[in-house]
């Protein structure tokens, strides 16, 4: 059974950073291609940062020279390190997983900036 377990959210400061983890557990981690979402009450869920493989990234504009997503195949972990946070980065955060036609989620961390 696969498992993405979060971690690493809070609350921080406008201009402050944070790294959040996922650790995933029961699938072939290194072929999983990872992605990071977020959703607040009332809004659909959004894509915020992905990696297929090793290297290939994509994010969205909101996020694109603040944000980044990286993986250790090592550690079956992806990481989404958030620099120059705004108050309206404030979410909850989901790591998503997707192998062949499975997608697998993980349970959200809540990420609140106070400005």
């Known amino acids: 059974q696969v498992q993405l377990v979060e971690s690493g959210g809070g609350l921080v400061q406008a201009g402050g950073s944070l790294r959040l983890s996922c650790v995933a557990s029961?699938?072939?981690?290194?072929?999983?291609?990872m992605s990071w979402h977020r959703q607040v009450p009332g809004k659909q869920r959004e894509l915020v940062a992905g990696i297929i493989g090793s290297s290939k990234t994509m994010y969205a504009d909101s996020v694109k020279g603040r944000f980044t997503i990286s993986r250790d195949n090592a550690k079956n972990t992806v990481y989404l390190q958030m620099n120059s946070l705004k108050p309206e980065d404030t979410a909850v955060y989901y790591c998503?997983?997707?192998?062949?036609?499975?997608?697998?989620w993980g349970q959200g961390t809540q990420v609140t900036v106070s400005s």
């Open positions: 998503k997983g997707h192998l062949s036609t499975s997608d697998f």
């Open positions: 029961g699938t072939r981690f290194s072929l999983t291609s």
